[in-house]
């Protein structure tokens, strides 16, 4: 069953990474949810911090699935923070897809970023990274793969129907993830995850001002 994707992404930096995602014709309708071009992003910053909430919950209001396109500073985004967090809070399944293996227009291809996901938590203390899985695209073949992901990450959000309450923004900022945080278990649906142990300093686009 086809679902519709809400895209989140590091603009700036991985807008042309992304659009290989895009490109795949793997999911069905993408254009209509997920995608801006970067004038229209700059039109909609320009008219301030409530209109970009505004326009990504309009973006988000007919999705089902959030895939969140991990670059090198993905993480440390605020309105990708924002995009996930409002992903869960209305009933969205989220995935993560690594895309710095993917190269760039000059041939090139990045460093692994921080999983977004460690840095948000359930009211519990739990991290979203211990229920919301991640994939790389190249090493795990997202071209032959992704729609699978996708409705594995639909299934599992089941799972947790019903549950939206996140920690408050600051209270996830103040206390970092550090490796202590309790992990709840996962359903075993899908491919594993990858390994993210390697390069770590440590779901409509849009990207950050």
Request: glycine share 6%; charged share 25%; aromatic share 16%.
């Given at each position: 069953m086809a679902r519709k994707i809400f895209f989140s992404f590091h603009f700036d930096r991985d807008a042309w990474r992304a659009g290989q995602v895009r490109n795949s014709d793997l999911i069905p309708n993408e254009d209509e949810y997920g995608f801006i071009d970067s004038v229209d992003w700059e039109e909609v910053k320009r008219k301030g911090v409530e209109e970009i909430k505004r326009w990504i919950d309009s973006q988000l209001k007919d999705t089902s699935v959030t895939v969140v396109l991990i670059g090198a500073?993905?993480?440390?985004?605020?309105?990708?923070?924002y995009e996930i967090r409002k992903s869960w809070e209305r009933g969205n399944a989220i995935l993560g897809v690594y895309i710095h293996n993917a190269k760039d227009q000059d041939g090139k291809t990045d460093t692994m970023g921080t999983n977004p996901f460690?840095?948000?938590?359930?009211?519990?203390?739990?991290?979203?990274?211990?229920?919301?899985?991640?994939?790389?695209?190249?090493?795990?073949?997202?071209?032959?793969?992704?729609?699978?992901?996708?409705?594995?990450?639909?299934?599992?959000r089941e799972v947790y129907e019903g549950e939206t309450e996140l920690k408050d923004e600051d209270e996830d900022t103040n206390k970092g993830n550090g490796g202590n945080a309790p992990i709840r278990p996962l359903p075993s649906t899908g491919p594993t995850f990858i390994n993210r142990t390697p390069s770590r300093p440590h779901c409509n686009v849009r990207s950050n001002p």
């Open positions: 500073e993905t993480a440390e985004r605020y309105w990708v923070n460690d840095k948000i938590y359930f009211a519990d203390g739990t991290a979203l990274s211990s229920v919301c899985k991640t994939y790389d695209w190249i090493t795990n073949d997202g071209r032959n793969n992704l729609g699978t992901w996708v409705e594995d990450a639909f299934k599992a």
